[in-house]
C-alpha cells in the first residue's frame, strides 16, 4: 500500500518525464479495481491471478517471514523502455520511498 501510494503522490511528476506507471499484482481483477479506487491510483493496476506474467519476470519464489517459508511475490520493480527492454531491476525497495528514490534516476 505505502508504495502505490508513493507512485500515486508522485504521478505528475512521473507523468512529466513522461514515465508510465504499471502496478501488477496476482490479486483479482476485482480486488484490484476495489484497491485502486479506495487509493485513488492514476495507473493501472494489472491481475496476474496465475501468475504466469509474475514468474516470468522472476517475481515469485520462496520467501522467509517470521521463521516461516512460502511461495510468495516479490516486491520489484522493473524499468522498461518502449522498446520493452528491460532497463533496470529493483529488488531490494523500501515501500516508504521507493517513489521518489525511482524519480532519483532520471
Do not use: C
Not at 58 to 68: E, I, L, P, T, V
Amino acid at each position: 500500500m505505502l508504495e502505490g501510494q508513493g507512485f500515486r503522490d508522485e504521478f505528475q511528476k512521473f507523468k512529466a518525464k513522461n514515465i508510465a506507471i504499471i502496478g501488477m499484482s496476482a490479486d483479482s481483477v476485482k480486488r484490484q479495481k476495489n484497491f485502486a479506487e479506495k487509493q485513488k491510483f492514476q495507473y493501472p493496476l494489472l491481475s496476474d491471478e496465475d501468475k504466469s506474467v509474475i514468474k516470468a519476470y522472476k517475481a515469485w519464489g520462496r520467501k522467509k517471514f517470521m521463521g516461516r517459508e512460502f511461495d510468495g511475490i516479490f516486491r520489484y520493480s522493473y524499468l522498461i523502455d518502449e522498446k520493452g527492454i528491460i532497463e533496470k531491476v529493483y529488488e531490494k525497495v523500501k515501500a516508504k520511498t521507493h517513489a521518489m528514490n525511482v524519480l532519483v534516476d532520471f
